[in-house]
C-alpha cells in the first residue's frame, strides 16, 4: 500500500531551483501520494517554481524580512504546521522535510515517536548529522538530482515509449531489491504522470506494454511469480571504462561539472567518493596514484577544479570552480 506524505520544504536549503524541487516531488511520488505539501520562504525570486507549486497543490508561506529572527520564524512555522498535520490528519503516514537543520531533530523525533516514517532530504553541504542520524531514512539533494537525463516529456505533452522506459526505471531504481509488482509499478507511474495511459502509447494492455519496453530497451526483466508479474531492474553495465592515472582528472571534472549544472556549488567530499565508486565500483584511490582522498581532492584543487573549504564545524567541504 503506498505511503500517504506531508511534504514540507525550506526553500532556502533546496536552492529554489524548478529542477530540484521537481527531483524532490518525483522522488516522494515513487513512494507514494503526497497529500500535503508546504513551501517555506517564498519570495518573488522563486516566481518561476509557480507552475509546479500549483499542479502540485502545494501551499506557500512567504518569506517576511523583517529582523534577524526572519529565518527562525520560517523553522518554528513548519514545525508548527508539521505537528497540526501529525495530530489532526489521520490519512498521513509519512513526512518529507526538506532541510538538514538540526533545529528539526526534536520534531523528528515526535513524528517517529507517533509512528510516522520521516524522509529527511537536505544538501550535503547544508546537513547536520544529528538530523540525518534522527530520519527513518535521510538522502542528499545532491543524490536526489545525480544522473538526471530529465528525458520524460512534461506534463501535458505526449509520452513516447522511451519516456514510459525512462520513468519505469527511476521507479525501479528507488525499490530496495531493484524489483516491483507490475501493479505498484504502475501506480507509481499514475503519481508521476496522472495523464499516462498505456493506450496512448498503442498498447491495450499495460503487460504487453512493458513486454515491449522489456524488449526493446532492455532495462529490465519480466517474471511471473503466482499470476504476479514481477519487474527486475537489470544490473548496469560495468564501466568499460576504468580510472587511471592518465585520465581520473577528466574524470572528476565531468562530475564535478554535472553537480554544478544541477546548481550545486559546494558538496561534501564523501558525497564526491560515493558518486565516483557507483560508476567505478573497484575505485580506491592508490589506483591513481594517491593514498588518501583527501590527497585526491588535493590534486583535483592543483588542477583548479575545486577549493577545499570547512564549515562552521570545521569539516571538510569542496566548493566546485
Do not use: W
Not at 33 to 42: A, E, S
Not at 62 to 85: E, H, Y
Amino acid at each position: 500500500m503506498a505511503a500517504h506524505f506531508a511534504l514540507f520544504v525550506d526553500l532556502e536549503n533546496c536552492g529554489g531551483k524548478k529542477s530540484m524541487l521537481m527531483d524532490v516531488i518525483e522522488r516522494v511520488k515513487i513512494r507514494g501520494d503526497i497529500l500535503i505539501g508546504k513551501v517555506y520562504g517564498y519570495t518573488d525570486s522563486y516566481s518561476d517554481l509557480k507552475e509546479t507549486l500549483l499542479s502540485n497543490t502545494f501551499t506557500v508561506v512567504p518569506s517576511l524580512r523583517f529582523g534577524r529572527s526572519q529565518k527562525n520564524s520560517m523553522d518554528i512555522q513548519l514545525v508548527i504546521d508539521a505537528l497540526d498535520v501529525a495530530y489532526r490528519n489521520d490519512l498521513i503516514d509519512s513526512f518529507c522535510i526538506v532541510s538538514g537543520d538540526s533545529d528539526y531533530v526534536p520534531l523528528v523525533g515526535k513524528l517517529k515517536s507517533m509512528g510516522k516514517f520521516v524522509l529527511g532530504i537536505s544538501r550535503s553541504e547544508a546537513a547536520s548529522g544529528v538530523f540525518m542520524n534522527a530520519c527513518s531514512e535521510f538522502q542528499f539533494l545532491e543524490s536526489v538530482a545525480s544522473g538526471k537525463e530529465r528525458a520524460a516529456a512534461p506534463v501535458g505533452e505526449a509520452l513516447t515509449l522511451a519516456d514510459v522506459n525512462h520513468l519505469i526505471v527511476t521507479i525501479l531504481g528507488e525499490a530496495d531489491s531493484g524489483e516491483m509488482l507490475a501493479s505498484e509499478v504502475k501506480s507509481a507511474l499514475l503519481r508521476l504522470r496522472p495523464d499516462f495511459s498505456e493506450k496512448s502509447v498503442g498498447y491495450s494492455t499495460f503487460g504487453k506494454l512493458l513486454a515491449r519496453l522489456a524488449q526493446q530497451f532492455g532495462a529490465f526483466t519480466l517474471v511471473s511469480s503466482n499470476f504476479n508479474l514481477i519487474l527486475q531492474l537489470n544490473q548496469a553495465h560495468a564501466a568499460s571504462e576504468q580510472l587511471t592515472r592518465e585520465n581520473y582528472i577528466s574524470i572528476f571534472s565531468r562530475l564535478l561539472a554535472e553537480y554544478k549544472r544541477d546548481g550545486f556549488d559546494r558538496v561534501n567530499p564523501s558525497l564526491l567518493k560515493s558518486a565516483i565508486q557507483s560508476e567505478y565500483p573497484d575505485f580506491t584511490e592508490r589506483q591513481i596514484g594517491h593514498r588518501r582522498f583527501s590527497d585526491v581532492l588535493r590534486a583535483l584543487e592543483r588542477e583548479r577544479l575545486l577549493r577545499i573549504e570547512s564549515d562552521e564545524s570545521g569539516n571538510m567541504l569542496v566548493n566546485i570552480l
